[in-house]
Structure formats: structure tokens, C-alpha cells
């Protein structure tokens, strides 16, 4: 679902679901290519010895764009600097054990499934929930990761102390537009719908100048935006008074190819990621992620 670098007129961080090998080793293959995983795009595009991947680069802990390289980070075509975290570390995986290349292409949300059917990326990992609508168009692999979604809060509000999503009602809520982030506001019953914004550093700021009231979020994108912001905080709901949705991420191939042997490459080697090093992985994202202080 969902989702860097913060600009001071931003002053904030952004934040819509293993391997056989060890850490250690991933790490390493990972640092020994970050410094050319990519070259000019179109000549990755077309090399079947590439992985080429779409993500955002623009909702940490999942992605996220930097200007510094790392032992996880990608380097992205044409200068743009390098995008780093959860989903890169997976996608890193996924390349090493398809033996391909590991190619990583900024690209804004409403544009990653045209990019997929034209070809330009040959998979979406960007934090994206499988529903009927999307598998209308994208075929998707098992889920990679699972979360819980949260509201993010002003720390000093009133709304701090809601523990259920109804409590919400007659006030001002805000998603993602175009992801499960912004549908499911509707499940609170006389909720103050906000108009939803396209990227998440947006949301933040909607919400810092009174815009909105609380953000929906995924809880490792909400942790990540907390530590950022230390005037926001997230609530969590008690069981039976949450969203009813779904928080799994799975990766998105070309529609139609579920019985391709390239689909069935990238799923036996999602499989071989082991939910430890998932789940490393992610506390590794969530401690790394910029902070912007």
C-alpha cells in the first residue's frame, strides 16, 4: 500500500505486504551492486539480464530517495540519486536468486501499472495491496509483508485518546489517494472525509496546518513519520474497533503471466525469503529510514 528524503520546507519524513542465504551475505551482494545496479534506462529495460523494478522511492520504511549510497541502496537512471529500504532489500533478494541485475525506477504510484504493461518495469514493489480492482490488470505473488493500520495523530489532540475508528466521526480524516489508505476512511460512520493527497509528505503536512486530523497509515509507515515528527504520534485500535482491510503487500507482474515460467521464477524466489529475514529487514528499514533532523 504503502510508503525518504524530507526538504526543509517539508520538515518531515514520509513513510496505502527469507532468504536461504544470511543476512550478511544479502548485505554484502547488495553493497557490491548498489554502485551499478542501473545504467541508462532503456538499455536495462531491455536486457533480460536485469530485474527491473517500479517503486516510489517516496514512502519510507518500504522506499525511500536519497542522495548517499548504502549497503541496501539502488542507484536510480539519470543522476536521480539512490532509493533505499524495505522494498529494495527485498527486490535485492529477488534479483540475486532469479541471477539478474537489480534495476530500480522512481515512478509516481498512478504511474507503476502502465509502466508494468508497457514493459518499462518487469515488477511492482512499492508496498501495494492485491484487491479485484488491481488484479483486474496485475497478476500478484503471495504477500511479502503484513502490518496493522493506524491513525497518525497530532501528539496534544483530543483524537490521541480515540481507541476506535468510530470515534472518528465529525472529524477530519485523510488517506492516500488511489490506495486502500483513502477507501477505507468511509468505514467511519460521519467521518469529515478530507480530500485525499497523492504522497504521503503531503499528508503529514495537511495534518501539521490543521487540514486534517489524523492520517491512515500502515504502522511501520506511521512509526517512521513519528520519530520525524515528534509533535505527531499513533494511535492503535482495540480488537473489533479497526479498520476492516486488508494490510498484506505482494509484488505485481505483468497481467497474464501467472503460468509464465518468469512469474513462477520471481514466486519460488519470494519463497525462499524466510519470515525472520523479512521481518529483519524491516526493523533494519524502520531504524535506517531518514528522519530529516
Known amino acids: 500500500m504503502k510508503k525518504s528524503m524530507w526538504t526543509a520546507a517539508c520538515a518531515m519524513l514520509v513513510l496505502a ?4 542465504s544470511s543476512s550478511a551475505s544479502s548485505t554484502a551482494s547488495t553493497a557490491s551492486t548498489s554502485s551499478s545496479t542501473t545504467s541508462a534506462s532503456s538499455t536495462a529495460a531491455a536486457s533480460g539480464d536485469t530485474f527491473t523494478v517500479g517503486m516510489e522511492c517516496n514512502y519510507a520504511p518500504f522506499n525511500w530517495q536519497t542522495t548517499d549510497a548504502t549497503e541496501s541502496s539502488a542507484e536510480l537512471p539519470n543522476g536521480a540519486g539512490y532509493c533505499d ?9 529477488l534479483a540475486d536468486k532469479l541471477g539478474k541485475q537489480l534495476v530500480v525506477k522512481k515512478i509516481n504510484w498512478d504511474g507503476l501499472q502502465p509502466a508494468l504493461e508497457s514493459g518499462e518495469i518487469d515488477a511492482i514493489v512499492a508496498g501495494m495491496t492485491a484487491n479485484d480492482e488491481r ?5 500478484f505473488t503471495t504477500p511479502y509483508y503484513s502490518s496493522d493500520m493506524v491513525m497518525i495523530v497530532p501528539k496534544d489532540s483530543d483524537v490521541a485518546s ?5 470515534d472518528f466521526s465529525g472529524h477530519k480524516v485523510i488517506g492516500q489517494k488511489n490506495t486502500n489508505y483513502d477507501t477505507i476512511i468511509d468505514q ?8 485525499p493527497k497523492a504522497a504521503y509528505p503531503e499528508l503529514v503536512l495537511a495534518l501539521q496546518t490543521g487540514e486534517a486530523e489524523a492520517i491512515t497509515a500502515e504502522l511501520p509507515v506511521a512509526k517512521g513519520i513519528v520519530a520525524a515528527n515528534p509533535d505527531l504520534t499513533y494511535i492503535t485500535f482495540e480488537d473489533g474497533k479497526g479498520f476492516d482491510v486488508d494490510t498484506t503487500v505482494s509484488i505485481g507482474l505483468k497481467n497474464n503471466t501467472r503460468d509464465t515460467q518468469e512469474f513462477k521464477d520471481v514466486q519460488a524466489a519470494l519463497d525462499e525469503i524466510s519470515q525472520e529475514t523479512r521481518d529483519e529487514y524491516m526493523l533494519d528499514a524502520v531504524n535506517n529510514a531518514p528522519t530529516g533532523e
Request: some cysteine; hydrophobic content about 25%.
Open 162 to 166: 480515540f481507541t476506535s475508528i468510530q
Open 188 to 195: 467511519i460512520e460521519g467521518v469529515d472525509h478530507v480530500t
Open 17 to 20: 505486504g527469507c532468504s536461504s
Open 135 to 139: 488484479e483486474e490488470g496485475i497478476d
Open 85 to 93: 529500504g524495505y522494498d529494495v532489500k527485498i527486490s535485492q533478494d
